[in-house]
């Protein structure tokens, strides 16, 4: 049933295509060990057809860790799977960095998938991001006072390169087919400690919503999440429309010539926007500009529409060190610093 419920989530959102190269990010936990088995399946009995490489992250905080990684290099080799092993040491990078265990765990999974990606020249990453991971999210940002983007949680396919197949797979099901598939993954026992924000949202506070206000919270936050991204599907599509109106010249940039990246708008016309797809439309086009939206929080984004707004002279903001956004003479530019 799972399977089925897998491929059925992979046609809706068309996340794989007939010749596509996955890499599939596996831990060794039951979440990436159902992906990977679902996926060697559905390649098996149906008439998708497409290359899988495994890439495994070890840590390097936990004494169970070397464990994981044989249990996963073994199901790889008994179901002949190239896989490929990085070691880390996660927490001195994290205090080298200055960022918590978590982000720095995070960005060195990503970095490795992308190296492992353009090593077996393949275009898509699957991670086994799951609706309980989905629902946790969602509440995460309510809590921190997320806007309503953040509402839509876990896309279920992002760049087009990184898809999640489980993602509307609930943990129980999950389980169920490890123990129907005798897979026998490894559990991250520090999944069970409340440090980090994520763990007490997914052991303290959605059981106890459960118990006390909505026992299918995890149901009801995935609805809100699907609902959210079908409206912000429809914004962005209005903002992209609106860019096209007020956009005067873009002019890309080259760090080898020494020409920054540019945007100019036409502030009259941005002016005459409503609200909603301003923010919006400042947002995507610093998005243009640096390839990120990261650092850009919601007060840069009010700042500088109040910026344009109040049009007097010369004026500009730089709302992070990798953008300046100056208002002169009827003009709003977007310059991208070094």
């Known amino acids: 049933m799972l399977e089925q419920k897998i491929l059925k989530t992979i046609k809706k959102y068309e996340l794989i295509k007939n010749g596509d190269n996955i890499v599939v990010g596996v831990s060794g936990g039951p979440d990436s060990m159902a992906l990977l088995n679902a996926l060697i399946n559905i390649r098996k009995n149906s008439n998708l057809k497409f290359a899988i490489t495994v890439a495994h992250i070890n840590h390097m905080i936990r004494l169970e860790a070397e464990e994981e990684t044989k249990y996963v290099q073994n199901f790889c080799i008994k179901n002949n799977i190239e896989c490929f092993i990085k070691k880390e040491k996660v927490e001195e990078i994290a205090k080298k960095e200055k960022i918590g265990t978590e982000e720095a765990g995070r960005k060195v999974r990503y970095s490795f998938f ?36 953040g509402l839509k949680g876990i896309e279920p396919i992002r760049e087009n390169k990184y898809i999640r197949a489980l993602i509307e797979c609930t943990r129980a099901e999950i389980e169920e087919y490890c123990e129907g598939q005798n897979l026998e993954p490894k559990i991250d026992k520090s999944n069970m400690e409340n440090i980090y924000t994520r763990n007490k949202v997914r052991n303290l506070l959605i ?44 002019m890309l940039g080259n ?41 850009i929080e919601k007060v840069h984004i009010e700042d500088l529409v109040k910026l344009c707004s109040n049009n007097i002279g010369n004026k500009y903001l730089t709302p992070n060190k990798n953008i300046k956004v100056m208002v002169n003479n009827g003009k709003v530019y977007f310059e991208q610093l070094w």
């Open 114 to 149: 992308d190296e492992v990606l353009k090593q077996v020249n393949a275009n898509k990453i699957a991670t086994a991001h799951n609706a309980n991971d989905n629902a946790e999210t969602v509440l995460m940002n309510i809590i921190r006072g997320s806007g309503t983007s």
């Open 207 to 250: 059981p106890y919503i459960k118990e006390n206000f909505n026992p299918n919270i995890v149901t009801s936050l995935n609805r809100l999440s699907n609902l959210a991204a079908n409206e912000n599907d429809f914004i962005q599509k209005k903002v992209e429309e609106s860019y096209k109106e007020v956009l005067i010249n873009e």
């Open 255 to 295: 760090k080898e010539l020494q020409r920054k990246k540019e945007i100019i708008i036409d502030l009259k016309k941005f002016n005459k926007l409503d609200l909603v797809i301003k923010n919006r439309l400042m947002l995507y086009t610093i998005v243009r500009v640096l390839g990120t939206s990261k650092n």
